[in-house]
């Protein structure tokens, strides 16, 4: 009891403690992004839609919804996935206006994707199935959000899926958005 009693109240503490610096700044930005890549063996497509909340003049805060679609394929191992996920990000913007201009950061996700696979692509030793399966994610991404009310935000997102029964791991997605700041 005592233990849950003092995370309320380390909660309510940092609560307080950021109450200024929401104050401060408290822009809001909504972007709806298209994103994919293919290099190798791989292709993949994303839908994403981004709500992102500056906490300082150079930092914010933002959440994301997805969806991935992608295909592996080497000619041994095939495999179809799909699935939505969710990430949060951090964002320094450098140049002391949040949501606008160039930013880093990073963050971390979780994905539920649907899998159909073949390995041993045509040989006698060939075997298939399907499975689900749930993933943790960290990423590291650079953009750019160019415009004022209403945003062209390229972006690139780079990371890995730490906890997958799948081959693919490692992710690189170029993405092109509008974002609306109110």
Not at 25 to 46: F, P
Not at 137 to 166: M, N, Y
Request: aromatic share 14%; hydrophobic share 45%; net charge negative.
């Amino acid at each position: 009891m005592l233990k849950n009693k003092m995370r309320v109240a380390s909660l309510l503490i940092a609560m307080v403690c950021m109450l200024p610096m929401m104050a401060f700044a408290n822009e809001k930005a909504v972007t709806i992004s298209a994103g994919g890549a293919a290099g190798g063996d791989a292709s993949a497509t994303v839908m994403m839609v981004e709500y992102e909340h500056a906490l300082t003049s150079s930092f914010a805060l933002a959440g994301r919804a997805a969806y991935l679609k992608y295909t592996y394929d080497d000619n041994d191992y095939e495999e179809d996935g799909n699935g939505p996920g969710i990430q949060i990000s951090a964002k320094f913007y450098p140049g002391d206006k949040a949501l606008h201009g160039f930013y880093f950061g990073g963050g971390f996700g979780f994905w539920e994707m649907d899998v159909d696979w073949i390995d041993d692509k045509n040989t006698a030793y060939q075997t298939s199935g399907s499975l689900s399966t749930s993933t943790a994610e960290i990423h590291a991404e650079l953009g750019w959000r160019i415009g004022d009310k209403v945003q062209f935000t390229p972006s690139i997102q780079f990371g890995t899926f730490l906890s997958s029964k799948l081959e693919m791991a490692e992710f690189l997605s170029l993405n092109l958005g509008i974002g609306f700041v109110f």
